[in-house]
Every structure is written in C-alpha cells, then in structure tokens.
C-alpha cells in the first residue's frame, strides 16, 4: 500500500473541516459540512469496491445539496438555519410523506448525512479504544445498530452487514485512515470524535426545535 501523502484521507481534514461548519449563534455552516462529508467519502473509496454502494450513497446526497446551493435559491442554502427557514415557507419539505421531487429537499438529505454522522462518532470511538486484535468488523457492526440501522430497511441492513465482514484487521485499516497505533493516534481520535459529537449536536437541536427529526 502506497504512503499516506496528500492525496489520501487524512481525518486532521475531517476535523478542519467540520471545525470550520460550526459557525456562531448554534447553526451550521452547509459548505464546510459538506467538505467534511466529501473527504470521508476519500476514506470509504479507499476501503475497496465493496463499499460503492456506501459511497455512491454518499455523493448522491452530497450532490442534492450542492444542487440546491448552485440552484436560483442558492443563497438560502448557505447555513442549515437559513435553509430550513427557507424551504419551511417555501412548502419544499415533505412533512408526512415520502417525496417524489427529483430533487428532494435540503431537509431531509441533510438529515440522512446526520443521522450517518452519529454512527461515525460511534465507530470512532470503538476504533480509538480497541487493541489490536480487535475486530473492525465487529466494532463498525456495533457502532451501526446502534445508530443508522434503525433508520435502515431490512435489505439495506443486510447489504451493510455484508460490507462490514469486509474490514480489514485493525493494522490495516489503521494504515488506511493514515494512522498509527500509538497514543497519537488515541488522540487525533479523541478530538475528533468530541468535535464530530459537537456538529452533532447543533444539528440535532436545530432538527428536533423545528420538528424535524423523523422527515421522510
Ligand atoms: C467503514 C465502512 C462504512 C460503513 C458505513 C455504515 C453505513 C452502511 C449503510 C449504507 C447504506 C447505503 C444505502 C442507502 C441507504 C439509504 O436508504 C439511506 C436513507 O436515505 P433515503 O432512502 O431516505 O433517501 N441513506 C443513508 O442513510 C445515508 C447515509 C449512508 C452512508 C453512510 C456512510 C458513512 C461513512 C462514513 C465514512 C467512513
């Protein structure tokens, strides 16, 4: 496996990132967010093939929000607040049933890359305090029933379920995310898990003090 240059993942750039989405007053800064989501996908590329379907996911969310920002309208998709207020008085969120729009709404898109989130702050939390003999597997299967799977059907489970036997051992996958296995990496872990709880967080506040948290 090649060394870990600048054209690999690099989670110091997770983390500058989504630094960079909390903006002041509890709202969410979209286009750092999504520069965030755009350098994890780097990380579920460099898995492996088995995980497209995973990746593929990510960019056709990630592709609706920039669509919307790139839109007539792109103005309001600047921060999470200004987005919900604007597609709230426009009637663009579907509050009670699936939508059929192409483009679905910022709301709900933005929703699903957060509910992933909690199960990213999850799996790395398992990951920073495991040893070495520890499964990735294992420990990605837990961090995802305890979060997304519920939100999953049962095909989509599975499927997961299938990509996840496909983690490498804990050296290797360490190699990937470009890290060790010393303290150092325990502590660009740490931090990073508290700073991905934190844009956790506001979004959940925001979603939950407009109602929001179950959008179809
Ligand atoms: C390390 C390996 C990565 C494991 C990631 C764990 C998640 C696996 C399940 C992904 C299933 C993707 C298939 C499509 C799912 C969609 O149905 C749902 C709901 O969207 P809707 O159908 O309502 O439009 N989509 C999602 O839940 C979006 C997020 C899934 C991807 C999260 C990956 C996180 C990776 C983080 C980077 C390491």
């Given at each position: 496996r090649e060394k870990c240059d600048n054209s690999n993942f690099q989670i110091n750039r997770v983390q500058a990132a989504f630094q960079a989405s909390l903006m002041k007053n509890e709202d969410i800064l979209l286009k750092s967010y999504l520069e965030g989501w755009t350098e994890l996908q780097k990380?579920?590329?460099?898995?492996g093939t088995i995980f497209g379907f995973i990746s593929e996911e990510v960019t056709s969310k990630i592709r609706i929000l920039?669509?919307?920002?790139?839109?007539?309208?792109?103005?309001?998709?600047i921060s999470m607040r200004s987005m919900i207020n604007y597609e709230l008085k426009n009637n663009v969120v579907n509050l009670h049933e699936l939508p059929r729009d192409r483009l679905q709404s910022g709301c709900r898109t933005l929703l699903r890359l957060h509910r992933a989130l909690r199960w990213l702050q999850l799996f790395l939390d398992n990951i920073r305090t495991s040893s070495e003999n520890d499964s990735m597997s294992i420990s990605c299967a837990e961090a995802y029933e305890q979060s997304l799977a519920k939100y999953h059907s049962w095909l989509v489970r599975k499927a997961a379920g299938f990509a996840f036997l496909a983690l490498p051992a804990r050296t290797e996958f360490l190699q990937i995310l470009c890290l060790e296995g010393g303290k150092e990496t325990k502590d660009k872990l740490w931090s990073a898990v508290n700073l991905i709880e934190r844009v956790y967080n506001v979004t959940q506040g925001m979603y939950a003090q407009y109602n929001m948290l179950e959008l179809p």
């Open positions: 990380f579920i590329d460099a898995l920039i669509e919307h920002q790139q839109g007539v309208h792109g103005k309001e998709y």
